[in-house]
């Protein structure tokens, strides 16, 4: 009989989805333990909620099939509609409203994957990477600062030191639509215009508020069509909000101040303000700006973003705000809260290009080369010793006693030093060790090894019972 012919499946990601490298998830990791590093010091508590929800906990009890399909839903099991989370704030609103004895306020942080079936394209993702941190059951405004401290204090740990967050708020725009002789309900969509002036620019607002407009692509953006006097009005806020001044809270007084929703709005940014102040936090790290508005519908009161000013393309990388009506989704009482989430591998990304993460292909700091399979009992033994005391080690276990390919396999995947013995020098109670960062693998495959260990600074061959003294001089 002949041989049957095996089925191969093609080794291919689905359109918006990627893989990580263990050089990429190396970095991600480690900035995730600083970012936590951070949070933590600040009482923040770790919480991990579902990946999947039941489709009326995401968006809300009058859901219809087509939202559902604005998300990765799909009914599952005893015909249950469900969706993969899009964002953690409203797993969070339904944790909290299950734990009637929780302790609040609540601080927590969470970090996980999330879905969105958004278009994809560079740097978009249909699964992605977010780091959440919100203090829920408060209106007292001291919890606003705490989470623009707790930005702040995050790149600090992550050793950035040119960043700015900028923070305003929702109550004061509400109160600049109103003066602007907008209907509220208008009030959603004539933000969400507004949340993109950075990126598109004042004229390209204006033009959407009113008739519309097409973008680069020749695609027709359709306007809110607003009339000429509300236009003129935003435009009027907006130039103001846009001029850098020290006190723009002044100037925001002076023209919407007699609405009562914006005055609110200015008071609550002055305590903000005053807040950060007292712990430190100075302008140069978080600064008020009126033109921040964040499109989310479901922002009551502060608003914050964090840019890069090293790398403003990238736009915000750290963003939020106060959100008092979320949690009453699910109970009948209230319980707001306020949180600043993360796009992990937007964030990375940056300090990739600013060169404040180191990339490594290899958690190992030390490889035990095996060139005599006689002697794997003290190849082990050595192995154990460094393991023990903390450094992080492997032991060659590919098929090769060559031992010039072994070097090569520790050298591409980064590891920065070899322990290499044979019987001679086990019999000598010695050890040789190799510095492959000082000294790259030239040599060819069939190098011998007295050519190898004849290179000039690399290595350093020293009393077997000293190796781990050695290494840990060297890995400081």
Known sequence: MGKEKVQRVRPQLLKGFRDYSPSEQIAREAMLGK??????????????????????????????????????????PDDINMALRYEFTVSLARYVASQPDLALPFRRYQYGNVWRVDK?????????????????????????AEIIAAMVTIFEHLGVRRF??????RKLLNGVVEWAGIA???????????????????????????????????????????????????EEFLTLAGTQDSDPLAHAQALVGKVEAARVGIEEL???????????IEPSEARIDLTIV????????????????????????????????????????????????IGIDRLLAALIELKAVELTTSTS???????????????LNILHELRQVGIRAEIYSGDTRNLTKQIKYADKVGIPFAVIAGSDEFEAGRVTVKNLVAGRVKGSETA??????????????????QLIQYLRSRLG
């Open 35 to 76: 970012v936590r590093s951070a949070v933590e010091l600040m009482g923040f508590l770790p919480l991990q909620t579902a990946s999947l929800e039941f489709a009326e906990t995401l968006l809300g009890p009058h859901y219809s099939s087509d939202s559902l399909a604005e998300l990765f839903g799909f009914t599952g």
């Open 120 to 144: 994809p394209g560079p740097g978009r993702f249909r699964e992605f990477m977010q780091f959440d941190i919100d203090i829920v059951g408060t209106q007292n405004l001291l919890a606003d």
């Open 164 to 169: 700015a967050v900028r923070y305003s708020s």
């Open 184 to 234: 509220p309900e208008r009030g959603p969509e004539v933000m969400r215009v507004i949340d993109k002036l950075e990126k598109q620019g004042k004229d390209a607002v204006l033009l959407e508020l009113g008739p519309g407009r097409e973008d680069k692509s020749g695609d027709k953006i359709p306007g809110l069509n607003l009339g000429r006097t509300e236009i003129a009005k935003l």
């Open 270 to 280: 002055r305590e903000i303000e005053r807040h950060l102040r007292g712990m430190s």
């Open 294 to 341: 964040r499109g989310l519908g479901y922002y009551t009161g502060a608003v914050f973003e964090t840019t890069l000013l090293d790398l403003p393309e990238f736009g915000s990388v750290f963003s939020g705000g106060r959100y008092d009506n979320l949690v009453e989704r699910f109970i009948n009482k209230p319980c707001p809260g306020v949180g600043s989430s």
């Open 365 to 379: 700091q030390v490889i035990v080369t095996t060139m005599d399979r006689e002697r794997i009992g003290d190849y």
């Open 448 to 465: 011998d090894r007295e050519t190898w260990l004849a290179a000039e600074g690399i290595q350093e061959t020293i009393p077997r019972s």
